[in-house]
Each structure stands twice: as C-alpha cells, then as structure tokens.
C-alpha cells in the first residue's frame, strides 16, 4: 500500500482530548518506566512527533514527568528515513501552531526540524503490521488510517494483537474512520467520538502472530500472557520483539541447550562461521586485520591445525570427525579440549557443526630440556617428558600435513596460473595474424583506392574534352544557319539545329523519335 498522506495533529481535536484525557493519566502514574506509545503505520514521522508534543504539553504540570519512548513504525523505508531526519516544509505552520513551533521546532534553511529532545523521544523502525511479530507492553497503540486499507479478515486479526500488545490499562487510539467491530469483549470506548478506546480484561483468547503467519504454524497465544522482559528497559531504544509462545517442554529444552550444551559454532563448506553457539571466546577470536569468519583464521593459538585437520576428515568420510586432548595454552595453563565436526545432511548447502568440549585445564608443562640434568640424563618425571614428545610430534606431524596441502595448494594454483597463461598467448596469437591480415587487407585496399583515383583523373579529363566538342558543335550548328537534323542509324533524330527546328516544326520533345514520324 502506498497511500502515506499524514499531517501533524491530524484531527486536531482528537489530539486534545488524549493529552487531556489520555497522557494526563498516563504521566500522573507513579512509575520510573517510560510511557511507551506505538504509533504503526507512521509514515513521514508527523503523528509520532504529535504524540511527543502532547505529550510534553501534558508532563508540563506533572510533579513527577514520566519519560516517553515513542516507536514508530512503518513497512517503507524511504518513508522512515523521513521521518527520521524530522525535516519539515514551511507550510507546517498550517498544522503546528506558533507556540508549538517555537517550542519543538528549529528553524533551518530547507524547512522545521523537530528540536532535539523531540526526536530522542521517537525510535523510528521497519516493522510490517501483517508479517511481523507486534511489539507489546505498550500503554497506548495509535494506529490510525491504516487498517481501511487492509482487507476486512486483516483487521479483525489486527484488534487481537493490539489487545495483547498493550498493557492491561492501555489505550488504543484509531483513524476517524476506523474502530474496533466486533471485538467489544476486548476494548471499550474511552472516546467514542474521537476513536480512542481503553483496553479490556479480557479472558483468554486464541489468535495468531503475525497476524498473516504461517497458516501451517500459527503461533496462537492466549493474550493474557505475560510479555518477555523487554531489551529496551536495559537502555536499549529498540522495542522488544514478541517471541511466539513455545510449550514448556521445548522452553525447558531451549534453557538446557543454551546452559549446557558445548561451546560451537555452524560452519559453511568454505569455513565460514554461519552461526556461533554458546561461550566460543576460549577457542575463537577475531583475528586482527581485515574482518575474516573463517573459523581458521579465527582459531585460537594451537587450535587451528588439529581443528582444520579434524574439518577436512569430516568433509572427506562424511562423518562424523572427532579428536580428543587438544591442547590449548591460556597463560600459565593448557586446556584440554575435545574437537567434534558434525556433517549436517538434508540441508541445501552442505555445513557442519563445529563443538568444543573442555575436559579440564592443566599446568603448562616444564619444557624437555628443563627436564634432563647438565649430564643429560632425565632428571624430571620421563613419563611427562615422553608425553610431551609425542605430543610435540604429533604437532610436528601436524604441521606437516599442514605445509603439504599448503604446498599441494600452491601447486594447483600454479597449475591454473599455468592454463591461464598459455591461454592468454594463444589468444594473442589469434590477434597477432588477425592483425597481420588486416594490415595486408589495407594495403589492398590503399592500392585500390590509388587505381581508381587515376581512372576518376582520367574520366574528368575526358569529360572536359567532351563537354569542349559539344559546345563547339552547337556553335556550328547555330553560326551556320543552315536546317541540320542529325539521324541516327535507326533514322531516329538526334540533335536538330534551330533553323531545322522552325522549318520542320520540330520541338524538343522530338529527340529520340523516328525521323518518319508525321
Ligand atoms: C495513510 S498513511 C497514515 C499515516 C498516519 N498514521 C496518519 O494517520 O497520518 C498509512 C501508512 O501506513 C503504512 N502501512 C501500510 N501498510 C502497512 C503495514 N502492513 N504495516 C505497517 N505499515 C503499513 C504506509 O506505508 C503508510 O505510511
């Protein structure tokens, strides 16, 4: 829908009776949470400025003033970022009265900005009333001209989920032209006149969000339920999202994951991190430099090379991967974790599940050559001694297969270089002998062209020539005085001399015919 006609204090009247009737109330409430007001369908930001302005008008009196946070939404962003500039024309002084425009406004050159303190009390977000979730614990939902342009099985499923967005004395405020139908259970008229209505206790109803979600899946809620905390009440000025109501079984489930599950991260065919999973900062890290996901790159120091080697077994045998005890320096300690690379199958691009599992920190081990005494026997304990060996060569080897497929690699990259090369020299060969050809093709030609300047030489002069005997010859014929009418060996005439002409009558016209003719 493209209709976004607005105005500030649309329905002036209306605007008064909710900062008298509505905001009066709403700032005179003892509480340190702000008012939050959802104005949907909120075009060029006009409505949700009016609403910070009654509402700064009606906190003037109050002895405690609440803090309002406005979210303002609508499905286009170029609407949005209007809005969000809060740059108006002149001709707002027909809406905004002068008082209001010295209070909220800033003079500038292209218009009316709104003052500063003004937009801070307004989040400006893209939300679409039909396929996104609504926000919620909202005192007051100003949703006005947009529900006339939604088909009338929208609408009725707009007023549920206003009702379960609001708090429980929240207001809903309407177009003039618009109310709440049948849902007279959920809402009554606070004024009925100005379509403002007051939110009612209603018993449990079923509906679905989104309103137009998924007909397979719909995630009904009864809307007496008690809402998420909200991530806006830790400062945050983004509202918080509705999150469909899952059965305690699977929220149980969802707590236990997020608890107890390994540390992880779901990765791409290329290595990419898709998604990291639980607590990763002990194995990846953002490497410095240019922002990289590749989970190799990200890997912390001694991980990468038992981490890539693990990867690439599970992408050859497509199967699980799984290695055990590597470790990993912290300090002055090691942990010791277990690599597990899951292939996920049924999936249209190929990932895998990367988990880490801690199965304990050690103290840095003392190095091999601490451990033997000045006549090189083994002074510490040989068993550590011989662990950290093998350990040191199973690293070794490591680093081997590392450098090999670096090099194998290198190799296949050069092959391609390689390819590539000759294909280019070919290719200039082809242009070379193209060229050569042209070049031959334009001598031709230049050659040509000097042949027929000579024959056009030529031609001139003989038409010069021409030209000179044929006005020699009407010359003669009209000094000679004498009728001459030339045949040609057809007897058709050809030429005819004036006194030919007056003697035989002949005209122009005649040339060509036949001598006979009468
Ligand atoms: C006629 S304007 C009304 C503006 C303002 N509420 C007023 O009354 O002055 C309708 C606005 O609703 C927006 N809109 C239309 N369908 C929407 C939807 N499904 N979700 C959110 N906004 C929508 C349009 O982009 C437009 O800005």
Not at 99 to 115: I, Q, W
Not at 184 to 190: N, W
Not at 239 to 244: G, K, L, V
Not at 356 to 384: I, M, N, W, Y
Request: aromatic share 6%; glycine share 4%; hydrophobic share 40%.
């Amino acid at each position: 829908m493209l209709i976004s006609v607005t105005g500030f204090f649309r329905n002036a009247e209306a605007f008064d009776i909710l900062k008298r009737k509505v905001f009066a109330r709403l700032v005179q409430q003892r509480s340190d949470d702000p008012i939050r007001v959802w104005v949907l369908g909120c075009s060029t930001g006009q409505e949700a400025y009016s609403m910070a302005m009654v509402f700064a008008e009606a906190s003037d009196k109050a002895q405690r003033p609440r803090k309002l946070q406005v979210f303002a939404t609508d499905l286009n962003d170029a609407l949005l970022d209007k809005a969000r500039q809060g740059l108006y024309a002149r001709n707002l002084t027909q809406e905004v009265t002068p008082e209001r425009l010295r209070r909220f406004f800033v003079e500038e050159e292209g218009g009316y900005r709104v003052s500063k303190s003004l937009r801070e009390m307004v989040v400006f977000a893209r939300q679409n009333l039909i396929n996104d979730p609504p926000f919620s614990r909202m005192d007051l939902i100003s949703c006005r001209n947009l529900m006339i342009y939604l088909e009338p099985s929208l609408q009725r499923k707009a007023i549920p989920a206003f009702h379960y967005a609001l708090k429980p004395d929240g207001f809903l405020f309407l177009g003039a032209s618009e109310s709440v139908g049948g849902f007279g259970d959920l809402f009554e008229p606070f004024d009925k006149s100005h379509r403002i209505y007051s939110r009612k206790a209603a018993p449990p109803r079923l509906f679905q969000l989104p309103i137009k979600g998924n007909p397979d899946r719909p995630a009904a809620v009864p809307p007496t339920r008690k809402p998420h905390a909200s991530v806006s009440e830790a400062g945050h000025k983004t509202p918080e999202m509705f999150h469909a109501e899952v059965s305690p079984e699977r929220e149980a489930d969802r707590v236990a994951v997020s608890r107890f599950a390994p540390s992880g991260a779901l990765i791409s065919a290329d290595l990419q991190v898709l998604q990291f999973r639980g607590a990763t900062a002990a194995y990846l890290q953002h490497p410095t430099g240019k922002a990289s996901l590749d989970i190799l790159k990200m890997a912390r120091e001694g991980l990468m090379l038992p981490l890539r080697a693990t990867i690439n077994k599970a992408k050859k045998e497509d199967r699980i991967a799984r290695r055990e005890g590597v470790r990993l320096r912290q300090g002055t300690r090691t942990r010791m974790t277990n690599i597990e690379v899951i292939p996920l199958r049924n999936l249209k691009e190929p990932c895998f599940l990367v988990v880490f599992e801690e199965t304990g920190t050690r103290k840095l081990p003392v190095k091999v050559s601490e451990l033997t005494d000045t006549r090189g026997e083994t002074a510490g304990p040989a068993k550590e001694a011989a662990r950290r060996i093998a350990e040191l060569e199973s690293e070794l080897k490591e680093t081997r297969e590392y450098l090999q497929s670096v090099h194998e690699r290198q190799e296949a990259a050069n092959e391609e270089l390689q390819a590539s090369n000759e294909e280019v020299q070919s290719a200039n060969e082809e242009l070379q002998s193209v060229n050569e050809e042209l070049e031959t093709s334009k001598e031709e030609l230049e050659s040509a062209n000097e042949e027929l300047t000579t024959i056009n030489e030529e031609m001139s002069s003989r038409n010069l020539e021409l030209s000179r005997l044929n006005s020699d010859l009407v010359n003669i014929q009209t000094s000679a005085r004498l009728a001459i009418v030339l045949l040609g060996r057809d007897l058709t005439i050809r030429r005819f001399s004036t006194q030919a002409e007056k003697q035989f009558n002949l005209l122009a016209a005649d040339v060509g015919r036949a001598s006979s003719h009468g």
